[in-house]
């Protein structure tokens, strides 16, 4: 274990954003800086397009985070990059900045699980120590606890995440990725209810139908009113869910983590779960909800702090990395 206070550099690029951050061991963010991607209206994220604009900002990013800080490369302890899952164009890029700048400077490199930065960095900033977590963005939807040194699944999506529910119905109002912010004001401006496929099975869920209907009442219907249905359709189904993981495993804590726990809504409707359960529910600041270098930095300063990194050759990348294959020996 390290005694003094340490400095980690986390370098996000898993998707729309590069960022990076530094962050010190006792969880003091010094700075977090990022350039979001954004396509055309109406169309998603294009992967190369994405890994172009990452390496674009990528030095000015870097720099700012450290100018931010007020620190040099030589202060920085060690050096952590989102590893996966994501697009592998937009990896690449972080993981290779990352590398670069570990050889260059001799500094330790951690590869990072993104979902796991997103928890850990939700029970930094709240001060959650053993929740429930329901983890919603565009590359997860998944009801998670922590047990045996593991993050393991409750429930998970079957098929399309929330994240990707919500961008793929705005992006049929030709609406510019991400959307989930403005297909909430939409949301909140109606008010009749359209019924809507509800699908639950078991603890986890399934949204293609959901937004296969939503996308087909457009055009015969009020834009507010489907996006009201759509959001409490797919909100109580996450609800459903994790009351039931609330009461099998009897925690008191719930955390929301992932773009979509920005959602006020669906932070309203959390609270009557949580007040049914008798439990707490932590949301972290809106700010750092989405994808950001804090939640590697952080995460990467946890694992350090168990004696992990590797050098920059074996730095690798996983398209595909389930939260549930990392060791978290923090949680043991």
């Given at each position: ?8 550099l ?30 055309t ?9 994405a890994?172009?604009?990452?390496a ?6 870097v720099?700012?985070?450290?100018k ?6 030589k ?8 590893a ?30 993104h979902?796991?930065?997103h ?15 329901l ?9 998670l ?9 409750f429930?998970?999506?079957?098929d ?36 809507l ?12 139908g959901?937004l296969t ?10 834009v ?10 797919a ?8 009351e039931?993981?609330l009461?099998?495993?009897e ?11 920005a ?22 600041p809106?700010e ?11 995460a990467?300063?946890?694992h ?21 294959e ?7």
């Amino acid at each position: 274990m390290h005694s003094k206070r340490l400095l980690f550099l986390g370098i996000e690029s898993t998707a729309h954003t590069f960022g990076a951050a530094v962050v010190a061991s006792d969880g003091r963010i010094m700075s977090d800086v990022r350039q979001v991607y954004r396509g055309t209206n109406g169309s998603g994220i294009h992967p190369a397009e994405a890994s172009h604009h990452h390496a674009k900002y990528a030095p000015h990013v870097v720099n700012e985070a450290l100018k931010k800080a007020n620190v040099k490369m030589k202060d920085i302890t060690a050096i952590s990059y989102s590893a996966g899952p994501g697009l592998g164009p937009c990896l690449r890029v972080g993981a290779v900045v990352a590398r670069s700048l570990s050889s260059y400077f001799s500094k330790p490199l951690i590869p990072v699980n993104h979902a796991v930065g997103h928890i850990e960095l939700g029970c930094l900033l709240t001060g959650a120590t053993d929740p429930v977590c329901l983890l919603v963005s565009g590359g997860h939807t998944a009801l998670l606890s922590s047990s045996r040194g593991r993050w393991r699944f409750f429930g998970e999506t079957l098929d399309i995440t929330i994240g990707q529910l919500l961008d793929q119905f705005g992006r049929a109002l030709k609406l510019s990725s991400p959307c989930g912010a403005e297909v909430e004001k939409l949301a909140g401006k109606g008010s009749k209810y359209i019924q809507l496929p509800y699908t639950v099975k078991g603890n986890d869920m399934s949204f293609s139908g959901l937004l296969t209907s939503a996308k087909k009442l457009i055009g015969s219907n009020n834009v507010e009113d489907i996006a009201y249905s759509l959001q409490e359709t797919a909100f109580s189904m996450l609800c459903e869910v994790t009351e039931r993981a609330l009461a099998f495993t009897e925690k008191k804590e719930l955390l929301v983590v992932g773009g979509v726990a920005a959602n006020r809504r669906l932070s309203i409707m959390l609270e009557e779960v949580c007040k049914r359960q008798g439990a707490k529910l932590f949301v972290p600041p809106i700010e750092y909800s989405g994808d950001c270098g804090s939640q590697i930095g952080w995460a990467g300063a946890k694992h350090y702090s168990q004696g992990f990194s590797v050098k920059p050759e074996e730095g690798f990348v996983r398209q595909k990395w389930r939260v549930d294959e990392v060791q978290i020996p923090w949680r043991s």
